[in-house]
């Protein structure tokens, strides 16, 4: 066993046995490495806790200690905000034995859920009873609620429901020293003092452990209208939003935009997905908009819409989902382009945010300048255009010559360079480096370069006041002075 006679983790499984402190090395394997397997640690051990007392005691524990504790979710953070260091000396902390449905109050449209339920299944429970939880992306099969609550998690229906601190109306969150702060009445009017709950929403488990949170439930969509559409430029797209938004108001849920190249390596790398239209395009939009009213006529709604749309010159071509089955096949290149770009080789990934009206010019200077600069790699620009999130992805190009190892290490060398260029630009149009996955580690740097001396000033005292011996998630987000082992 790792650690001798009075050792931290001989402490820990003496306080709370070997049910909770976990120490298989296969366990361990699973929770050391993170999802882009970017960054491979070593954890001292796996805590596995089953109650929000049993965090408490665990904080508490650790805090007296000075041992690092990572809490962690589905581990589907993109940012290396869930893995330990190599150190051997930090505890990962999983909610997922905390998977509890502790409320459902349909008439006030609110739900209380543990940090550790799947994202897919709150989304189901809401169902159940007429409700809809809008919170929905590509790893809600596996993310937790609580590491969407700490990155404040996006997805595809944030231009119409916002994103995931809009859907929170209150949380239970243990802090570093164990005590439990609780604020979570299900109001959606409480002026008494400083809203903590939003400190704690986007701060990566790094001011504390979200345990619970009062979700916000809204009337279930009963009538849906979806179309893909072939749009002849970026620009273009962000007109065709406003058209859609002119005739159509607030029934826009969701509007993604998608280039040839990703429909390409949808169809090429997963079997069954198929091109939704005839013909070429270099941007296409999939957009839906819905009602929760029965038997609404969107479909022609949508139809005139895209007409307007097509004699404006906006449109090229487009299709409306005839049936459930057509509309899930949409929604299937949309969900499956990361995945198809995981099959196709190494990339590198850019989580951006700019202005509506700046965004087709980013595109095309950014992409100008990968096309004129980057022979190592091509440009894959999708994302949710209607909040004016891309994701600005540069896969590796295959080089007869290379060795695939050779040509994804020709891309990789060069990332701090590319990095620089893309964030730089975003930054001169006014936009956000990290529009939805946050910082975690990856992008500690990146925050330091764009963030104003005020605004980490505030940042690092928010984080010593919560944490004052830096055992809360260190290393992610702010690069600051840690007591912790």
């Known amino acids: 066993m790792p650690g001798g006679a009075g050792s931290p983790l001989q402490q820990l499984i003496a306080q709370f046995g070997s049910s909770v402190i976990v120490i298989d090395a296969s366990q361990l394997a699973a929770v050391n490495v993170d999802h882009r397997k ?101 790893a809600e099969g596996s993310c937790q609620i609580g590491g969407n609550l700490s990155t404040n998690a996006g997805g595809v229906n944030v231009v119409r429901y916002g994103m995931t601190r809009d859907l929170v109306l209150g949380l239970e969150v243990v802090l570093a020293d164990g005590r439990v702060l609780s604020t979570l009445q299900a109001l959606r009017k409480d002026n008494t003092g400083y809203d903590l709950r939003h400190l704690f929403i986007g701060a990566e488990g790094t001011l504390g452990v979200i345990t619970a949170a009062s979700l916000k439930l809204f009337p279930a969509p009963r009538s849906v209208a979806t179309a893909f559409v072939a749009v002849p430029t970026s620009a273009s797209a962000v007109s065709l939003l406003n058209e859609l938004r002119t005739h159509c108001g607030d029934l826009v849920s969701s509007f993604e935009l998608i280039p040839d190249i990703a429909i390409d390596l949808v169809v090429r790398h997963l079997p069954g997905s198929r091109v939704p239209l005839d013909g070429t395009s270099p941007w296409y939009v999939l957009c839906e908009i819905t009602s929760a009213l029965p038997n609404e006529p969107l479909g022609e709604r949508l139809e005139a ?130 529009a939805e996955h946050g910082i975690g580690r990856h992008k500690v740097e990146e925050l330091e370069r764009y963030a104003s001396p005020l605004e980490l000033e505030l940042m690092r005292a928010i984080k010593r006041t919560f944490d004052p011996n830096g055992i809360m998630n260190p290393g992610k987000v702010l690069r600051i002075a840690s007591l912790s082992r």
């Not at 491979?40 to 690092?68: D, H, M, W, Y």
């Not at 190592?376 to 590796?396: A, K, M, P, R, W």
């Open 38 to 138: 970017l960054y491979q640690g070593k954890a001292l051990a796996l805590a596995l806790p089953r109650s929000t007392a049993e965090v408490s005691k665990l904080l508490a524990f650790c805090n007296a200690l000075r041992i690092g504790v990572i809490p962690q979710g589905g581990n589907t953070s993109y940012c290396g905000g869930t893995a330990p260091d190599d150190s051997g000396t930090q505890l990962v902390l999983s909610l997922r034995r905390m998977n509890t449905l502790r409320e459902m109050n349909p008439v006030n449209d609110s739900m209380i859920v543990e940090a550790g339920c799947i994202l897919a299944d709150v989304q189901r429970a809401a169902a159940d009873v007429g409700r809809f939880f809008p919170l929905s992306l590509g």
């Open 305 to 434: 819409a895209l007409a307007a749309a097509l004699e404006a010159g906006l449109v090229t071509n487009a299709t409306l989902a005839q049936s459930e089955r057509e509309r899930q096949d949409f929604w299937f290149i949309r969900e499956h382009i990361p995945e198809a770009q995981r099959r196709d080789g190494p990339s590198l990934k850019h989580d951006i945010s700019l202005p509506l009206d700046r965004l087709a010019a980013f595109i095309a200077s950014a992409g100008d300048w990968i096309r004129d600069e980057i022979p190592e790699g091509y440009l894959v620009c999708y994302g949710h255009v209607g909040d004016g999130n891309l994701h600005f992805n540069i896969n590796q190009t295959a080089n007869p010559v290379q060795s695939p190892n050779a040509a994804a290490g020709a891309l990789v060398s060069r990332q701090n360079e590319i990095r620089r260029v893309i964030h730089d630009r975003v930054h001169e149009l006014g936009g956000s480096f990290s």
